[in-house]
């Protein structure tokens, strides 16, 4: 392959990958938002509180599999908890209420994680080495980390669990049925509280799986928090409710960007990857202000 | 006369002198009172802003979710209090709220929107199938329709599911709010027809608010007319379809338009105490 085409494919593929960890963490917003009309700004904060606490457990020597599975279990316990007691009682306020109370929630979480686990960032390791792939590289030669891949196939494993417990649950079809309509799932039984929590503990569960992706990548540590505003832009193009919308709206920051940095970035002297996701989606804001897959209100009566 | 006239049962439901508080100061009901007969299909009548949802939600306990509060008196079904039941229990012991304007959920499809409706009756085991195949006996149309998404199906068919989704939680009481709203007439007669016909053949007992009075007096059994939050007349239903002042203010008899019940000189109001 030519190395002017080779490269392209490079950037792009690691750009594709790429965004397919910023899906991950969108994914998580994308469920609370659905289901309660909450935007969960401490969602990067249980990132990376789960991957701490996983990363922690396995340092005190821990297996992995007891490891990952007791995270699991604190993940759905925080998220069941986090309902109950910060938005249980701010039922019926307005929105912003709640959003504030999720930032306060974002602080909250990101001191008790530090005061439990200490602060010092930590490698992650999960026997899959962040290297390109050998093959790739000498017959295309374009580089591509094996761990991207592995990350889009878990992220793609992750997807296919959530799409056949929304559509093949009677909790999923709960679910979705109070992310259409409150008062209606209300009526005919079905206890919005329990579902909350829920989603809460479906939400903790996709950011531990997020926190593993990303902790790998960047190292387990304060800035994983970050990865939360890394997810916004995503939401914006994709539609704060819809799941494939974070996947496609993934796909294309992680693509854009990359191919912005290296193609066009050197026109500006660099260093365009940070902000350049935040151009693309508002420039999307323009020509769709609902996002690629937002939801559609059907009008008809 | 040949009118089959129902045994005497046991109420149902029994509303009592109920009150009602939205956002702590807004007074709506002042004071309602009714009751539905095991088997009856009673009419709640009254004009817009009458108070009818509001006594249908205070009864299915959905105000809270509104801000609305039942401030006093109680609600029995059969002989027990509910006024402090989640609408989930309520649902499991039998009553269930078919909502004005339908409220289907409209990106799930037409079945799933039936499904739903069982949630309250535990993971899908025993009888949701058998009562999906009851359900599309007395709406063959959904059936037509069962993968379509509700949001895209016509006003009569929404109607249809909303009140197909009770049905799923196999209710003995439901109380439907406004099953004529924005339907055209023969529709609204196919839908009465059916409601009689799940009251008959299954048992179900029916609280329907209307506005439609001439219609709904044809189906009911008894009726209650509600003005200003008040109980303002109340009787059998043949009997309010030809009594003089409803014929005037709620059938449409009259060219003076419609007047306040208070403006009438043979009107008494009622006042109902416990
Ligand atoms: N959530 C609420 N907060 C404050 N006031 C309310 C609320 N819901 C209803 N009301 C008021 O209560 C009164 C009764 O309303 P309700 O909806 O019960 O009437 P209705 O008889 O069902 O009318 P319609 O025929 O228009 O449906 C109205 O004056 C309305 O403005
Ligand atoms: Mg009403």
């Not at chain 1, 986090?82 to 039922?91: A, G, K, S, Y």
């Not at chain 1, 649950?169 to 709960?174: D, K, L, Q, V």
């Not at chain 1, 979705?176 to 909350?196: E, F, M, S, T």
């Not at chain 2, 535990?122 to 149309?141: D, M």
Request: aromatic residues 10%; charged residues 20%.
């Amino acid at each position: 392959m030519p190395t002017q085409v080779a490269f392209f494919v490079e950037v792009l593929a690691g750009g594709l990958l790429a965004g397919v960890m910023y899906a991950l963490v969108a994914l998580g917003f994308v469920l609370i938002y659905k289901a309660s009309g909450v935007f969960n700004f401490a969602q990067g904060s249980m990132v990376f509180f789960a991957a701490l606490t996983f990363v922690s457990l396995t340092e005190r020597g821990w297996n992995f599999w007891l490891a990952l599975a007791v995270t699991l279990v604190v993940m759905v316990v925080l998220g069941v908890v986090i309902e109950r007691t910060v938005l249980r009682p701010l039922v019926n306020q307005p929105q912003i209420t709640l959003f504030m109370a999720t930032i306060g929630l974002t602080f909250v979480l990101e001191g008790l994680s530090q005061l439990i686990w200490g602060s010092q960032p930590h490698g992650l390791e999960l026997g899959i080495a962040d290297v390109p792939i050998d093959w790739l590289s000498q017959k295309l030669n374009i580089n591509i980390s094996q761990f991207d891949i592995f990350a889009a196939f878990v992220a793609g494993a992750l997807v296919a669990v959530l799409a056949v417990f929304f559509q093949k649950t009677r909790i999923g079809r709960a679910l979705r049925a109070v992310a259409d309509d409150h008062q209606a799932a209300l009526a005919v039984g079905i206890p919005l509280q329990h579902i909350w929590a829920i989603v809460w503990a479906v939400a903790g569960f996709v950011a531990l799986v997020a926190g593993l992706m990303w902790g790998v990548r960047n190292g387990v540590q304060y800035a994983l928090t970050f990865t939360a505003l890394k997810a916004l832009p995503v939401l914006l193009i994709g539609g704060f409710e819809s799941i494939p919308g974070a996947i496609i709206g993934g796909l294309i920051i992680g693509a854009t960007e990359k191919l912005a940095e290296v193609y066009v970035g050197p026109m500006f002297g660099g260093g365009i990857e940070s902000w350049f996701a935040y151009v693309v989606a508002l420039l999307f804001l323009l020509v769709r202000p609902e996002g690629l897959y937002g939801e559609k209100h059907i009008d008809r009566v | 006369m040949s009118a089959v006239i129902k045994p005497k049962t046991d109420p149902i439901l029994s509303v009592i002198n109920i009150e009602v508080i939205y956002d702590h100061v807004i007074l709506v009901l002042k004071g309602v009172s009714l009751e539905v007969l095991d088997g009856q299909i009673v009419a709640l009548l009254g004009a817009n802003g009458a108070g009818k949802t509001t006594t249908l939600k205070a009864i299915s306990n959905l105000l809270r979710a509104e801000r609305g509060e039942v401030t006093k008196g109680m609600i029995l079904y059969r002989g027990e209090r509910i006024d402090r039941s989640s609408p989930a229990e309520l649902v499991k012991r039998g009553i269930c709220q078919v909502m004005e304007g339908r409220h289907c959920f409209q990106h799930l499809t037409v079945e799933e929107n039936l499904l739903t409706g069982a949630y309250t009756r535990g993971y899908i085991a025993s009888g949701v199938r058998e009562e999906l195949e009851k359900v599309y006996r007395y709406f063959p149309r959904l059936k037509e329709r069962r993968h379509a998404q509700s949001g895209y199906t016509s006003g009569g068919e929404q109607q249809m599911t909303a009140i197909g989704r009770a049905l799923m939680a196999r209710p003995r009481m439901i109380l439907l709010d406004e099953p004529s709203m924005g339907l055209a007439p023969q529709l609204v007669e196919e839908i009465f027809e059916i409601v009689r016909e799940l009251n008959r053949k299954e048992g179900v007992s029916f609280l329907l608010a209307e506005q439609n009075t001439n219609i709904a007096l044809r189906y009911a059994d008894y009726g209650y007319i509600l003005e200003n939050g008040r109980v303002v007349m109340d009787g059998e239903g043949r009997e309010l379809a030809e009594n003089e002042d409803v014929k005037e203010f709620y059938l449409g008899f009259s060219s003076a338009g419609r007047r306040s019940f208070r403006d009438v000189k043979s009107y008494r109001r009622r006042k109902r105490w416990l």
